[in-house]
């Protein structure tokens, strides 16, 4: 399958730090890639769509202004996490979408990113 | 929101097939059932997709009722590496959201 590299796969911060987190589609161009958070023992939870060229879809619940998304190219998007605190603490998965498929459209997800706020 | 029910958790013999069941009985006619892995710490891993037929794979096998309420997903032979969360999702390729899935353990 598709290839997604995350980068860093962990990181820790200091509180009221920002934290960059990188997605990358190694083989193939993602017009759409997905951001992702979960919590110890939970599901995964869609925080934004982000489309290559454009401003980023949040879903409910998420606040823009704190994690904000980059999609400059068709390989690369960025989330960042602004003035992080210690709830923010979790792992964060990005997807991408490959176009390959004919039918129906998989998601290829990276490795995940570990973060910790101190 | 996810649209699917997953039993919580299931155990199988190591070798043997395990059968991993998902309810989504309100899937749309454009949706498909994806199915996905989470081994701890890891992102998640495709394993199989399909719209109304069966569909396999060197993974494994999706096997979607009729009505399309319903899908299983076949590991044939399962081994200790299949030892993780699967998440069945219903989506049209755009957005997936993810439910609470199915913890399988498979045992020496």
């Known amino acids: 399958g598709a290839v997604v590299s995350q980068h860093p796969s962990w990181v820790i911060c200091k509180s009221g730090t920002s934290v960059k987190i990188e997605c990358r589609s190694l083989?193939?161009?993602?017009?759409?890639m997905f951001w992702y958070r979960q919590f110890p023992k939970q599901s995964l939870m869609l925080m934004a769509t982000s489309n290559e060229g454009s401003k980023a879809t949040y879903e409910q619940g998420v606040e823009k202004d704190k994690f904000l998304i980059n999609h400059a190219s068709l390989t690369l998007s960025t989330l960042t996490v602004t003035s992080a605190h210690p709830e923010d603490s979790s792992f964060y998965i990005c997807?991408?979408?490959?176009?390959?498929?004919?039918?129906?459209?998989?998601?290829?997800f990276g490795q995940g990113t570990r973060l910790t706020v101190v | 929101d996810a649209k699917t029910t997953q039993p919580p958790s299931m155990d199988c013999a190591e070798g043997r097939a395990a059968n991993l069941p998902c309810n989504h009985s309100?899937?749309?006619?454009?949706?498909?059932v994806y199915w996905y892995r989470q081994i701890h710490s890891q992102g998640p891993q495709y394993i199989i997709h399909g719209l109304k037929n069966n569909e396999t794979n060197e993974m494994a096998s999706l096997i979607i009722t009729e009505d399309r309420k319903s899908s299983t997903l076949i590991l044939p032979h399962a081994t200790l590496r299949d030892t993780a969360v699967y998440y069945c999702i219903v989506s049209t390729g755009n957005q997936f959201y993810f439910g609470t899935g199915t913890s399988l353990t498979v045992i020496p």
């Open positions: 083989d193939f161009q993602a017009t759409t």
């Open positions: 997807s991408a979408r490959s176009p390959q498929v004919s039918r129906g459209t998989e998601a290829f």
């Open positions: 309100t899937i749309s006619g454009n949706e498909y």
